[in-house]
C-alpha cells in the first residue's frame, strides 16, 4: 500500500512520548588516547530539533529549500538533520570522501539555498567557491570565533531562540515529494543525487524492524552517518565511534571496542573494510563482543575469511547480515553469513556471489543486458532462473529519479504500470542471476564484463584465480590489441606469503582458467603491486584505472 503522507520525524516524537529518557545518540571523542562521550535522550533530541526547526524559519529558511549539510557525526548532526526534516527543508547529503572535483560538481547540480557546515567545511565553501551561484544562507556549526569569522558564515548557535515553546508542527510530505537528496559515493562512476522521500525512508525503517527484527531499547554501533539516522527513528540509541566515517579503514578497533562494551550494544552496521580491521584485532586480542547479537554489512561484498575472522568475536548464534543494495534502492536483499559459508565452494568456482533471497516487499527480475533505455516494463524482458543479465528491482525503498540528471535517470529508470498506477525498476547495473530457490548471484557491476570472443563476467572470473594461494585479488579488465578486445587479468599477490618464480605463478594462473568454461580465453596476466580502490569499502576496484595502466603496460 502507498504510504500517502510521512516524515521520519514522527518516528523520534513518537520515542520522545513513550520513552522520553531513553537514551537516543552517544557520541565517542578521543583525545590524547582519552574517551569521552556526549549524550543525549530522546525527550531532548525532539525538543532541540523543534528549536533549531524554529531558528531556521525565522531566519528565513523555510520548506522546500535545499540545504547542504556537512557537518561530522556529532549531537549536533542528529539535532540538525531532524530539524531539517521536520521543518520540510530538504537536506542535501554528501560524502566528504568523494574529492573536491566530486564536490563541486554535487554543488553545481543540487544548487543548494543554504549551506550548514562545520568551519572546515565553510572555509572550504569560500575558498573553492562551492554554491556561490545558489547559496543565499551560509550557517557555521561549533568552532572557534576565529575559525567561524574566517569562514564568513553565521553561528546557528547565535540565531534568535524561538520565541515559543510549543512542539513544532512537523511537515508531512507526499509520497513522492522531496525529502532528500543523497549523493552517490562516485566510487562506481559519477555522483549522483539519489532523490529521497518520506516514503523510501519509511519502507526502510520497516525493512529494519521486520526483516532484520530491530526492536526498541537496541544500542547500535553507529559507524555510518546516514544509517545512524534510523537509530532514533527506530527507538533505537545510535552509538557513534571516534573514527573518520569516511575512511572506516583508519578507524582505532579500541575505540571501538570501548564504545560497544560502555554502551552494551547489540546490534551494528560495518563495512567490508571495518568488518575486516576489526576481524584482525579481534583476533590478536581475542576479543569477544558478548553484546552484540545481530552484525549488519552493506556498501561492498564482504569476504568469507574477513566474515570467519569477524565471527569468532561473536556468540555462536549471532550471524553477519550481508545486504545488498545501493543508494537509490537498500536494502534488496539479505544473506546470514552461515548461510553464506555454505556457498563457499560455488563463489570459488565461478558460480558468483549469493546476497540472498529478497527481503519483503521487494522483486527482483533479471534482463537482457543492453545499454539501451527501457521507457517502460514488460514481463516478458525478464530471463529465466540460472540466465546472467542485469539485476533490475522494485519496491518501496526504490528511488524514482536522480535530481537533476535526466539522461541517468532514464537509463536507470523502467516504469511499470498496471491497474493500481505507475510504480518504478531500478536497473541496478549490477549483473547476475536468480536460482531455481529465489536467491540472487550477483556477477559484477555490467560495466566490468568483457565482452571478446565471448562474454567474461568479472566476479565469475576473478574468484577463481583468487583461489591460488599467492593471490590477494585479481581484477579482469579489458584491452586492445591489434584493434581486438581481449580479456586481461590484473594480480595483485598477498605479500605475506613467499612467491614462487613469475613463471610458474603465470603457468598456474593458466592451468586455473583452463579448468573453467568461463574463464578459458584468459591467458593474459599481469602483477600489479597495489590495486587502486575506493576509501570507504576498500573493496571496491577501481578497474578502470587499472585497464589504463594494463594498456599501457602491454604496449610496453
Not at 76 to 100: C, N, R, S, Y
Not at 317 to 346: C, H, R
Not at 500 to 506: E, V
Request: glycine share 8%; with cysteine; proline share 5%.
Amino acid at each position: 500500500m502507498t504510504i500517502k503522507t510521512a516524515n521520519i520525524c514522527q518516528h523520534l516524537s513518537h520515542a520522545a512520548q513513550h520513552s522520553p529518557t531513553d537514551l537516543a545518540v552517544a557520541v565517542q571523542t578521543a583525545q590524547s588516547g582519552t574517551l569521552s562521550y556526549q549524550e543525549i535522550d530522546f525527550n531532548n533530541l525532539n525538543i532541540e530539533s523543534d528549536d533549531i526547526a524554529y531558528r531556521l524559519n525565522d531566519f528565513g529558511i523555510q520548506a522546500g529549500m535545499k540545504a547542504v549539510l556537512m557537518v561530522t557525526p556529532s549531537i549536533d548532526f542528529f539535532v540538525l538533520t531532524f530539524a531539517l526534516f521536520k521543518a520540510g527543508i530538504i537536506p542535501i547529503l554528501v560524502d566528504p570522501g568523494m574529492g573536491v572535483k566530486n564536490l563541486k560538481q554535487c554543488f553545481e547540480e543540487a544548487q543548494p539555498d543554504v549551506f550548514i557546515g562545520i568551519p572546515k567545511a565553510n572555509i572550504a565553501r569560500r575558498l573553492l567557491g562551492w554554491g556561490k551561484s545558489s547559496v543565499k544562507h551560509n550557517l557555521n556549526v561549533g568552532g572557534s570565533s576565529v575559525q567561524r569569522w574566517l569562514s564568513g558564515a553565521e553561528s546557528i548557535d547565535q540565531l534568535p531562540k524561538a520565541q515559543t515553546a510549543k512542539p513544532y508542527s512537523v511537515k508531512l510530505l507526499e509520497h513522492d515529494e522531496i525529502a532528500a537528496i543523497l549523493f552517490t559515493s562516485g566510487s562506481t562512476g559519477t555522483p549522483k543525487g539519489v532523490v529521497y522521500s518520506h516514503a523510501m525512508f519509511e519502507a526502510q525503517i520497516q525493512a529494519l524492524k521486520l526483516d532484520y527484527g530491530i526492536k526498541p531499547g537496541e544500542r547500535d554501533l553507529a559507524t555510518f552517518p546516514l544509517f545512524s539516522l534510523f537509530g532514533p527513528a527506530l527507538g533505537m540509541a545510535s552509538i557513534v565511534p571516534a573514527m573518520d566515517a569516511s575512511k572506516p579503514i583508519t578507524a582505532n578497533p579500541d575505540y571501538l571496542f570501548a564504545a560497544i562494551e560502555k554502551y552494551q550494544c547489540s546490534n551494528m552496521f560495518v563495512n567490508p573494510a571495518l568488518l575486516e580491521r576489526l576481524g584482525q584485532a579481534g583476533e590478536q586480542t581475542d576479543h569477544k563482543l558478548s553484546s552484540v547479537k545481530r552484525v549488519i554489512s552493506a556498501g561492498a561484498p564482504a569476504t568469507i575469511s574477513s566474515i570467519k575472522r569477524f565471527s569468532q568475536m561473536l556468540s555462536p548464534d549471532v550471524e553477519v547480515l550481508n545486504s545488498y543494495g545501493a543508494t537509490e534502492s537498500l536494502p534488496i536483499s539479505m544473506m546470514p553469513s552461515s548461510a553464506l559459508l555454505e556457498t563457499t565452494e560455488a563463489t570459488d568456482n565461478g558460480k558468483g556471489i549469493c546476497v540472498g533471497r529478497p527481503i519483503e516487499g521487494v522483486e527482483i527480475a533479471i534482463i537482457d543486458i543492453t545499454e539501451d533505455v527501457i521507457s517502460q516494463w514488460d514481463d516478458s524482458l525478464m530471463l529465466p532462473n540460472g540466465k546472467i543479465g542485469e539485476i533490475v528491482v522494485k519496491g518501496p525503498m526504490v528511488s524514482g529519479r536522480y535530481y537533476h540528471r535526466d539522461s541517468a535517470t532514464a537509463i536507470a529508470k523502467i516504469a511499470d504500470i498496471n491497474i493500481d498506477g505507475t510504480t518504478i525498476r531500478h536497473r541496478m547495473g549490477d549483473v547476475g542471476y536468480l536460482d531455481d530457490e529465489g536467491k540472487l548471484w550477483m556477477c559484477g557491476r555490467k560495466a566490468h564484463r568483457v565482452d571478446s570472443d565471448k562474454r567474461y563476467f568479472s566476479i565469475p572470473c576473478e574468484r577463481v584465480f583468487n583461489t591460488h594461494q599467492q593471490v590477494k585479488r585479481s581484477a579482469l579488465v579489458a584491452i586492445e590489441i591489434n584493434g581486438t578486445t581481449v580479456p586481461l587479468l590484473c594480480v595483485e599477490l598477498d605479500k605475506g606469503i613467499v612467491c614462487s618464480t613469475s613463471k610458474a605463478l603465470y603457468q598456474d594462473l593458466l592451468d586455473i582458467a583452463d579448468k573453467h568454461q568461463h574463464t578459458k580465453g584468459i591467458h593474459r596476466f599481469l602483477i600489479h603491486p597495489d590495486f587502486p580502490v575506493d576509501v570507504r569499502h576498500n573493496a571496491k576496484i577501481f578497474r578502470e584505472k587499472l585497464s589504463v595502466w594494463a594498456q599501457k603496460q602491454w604496449k610496453e
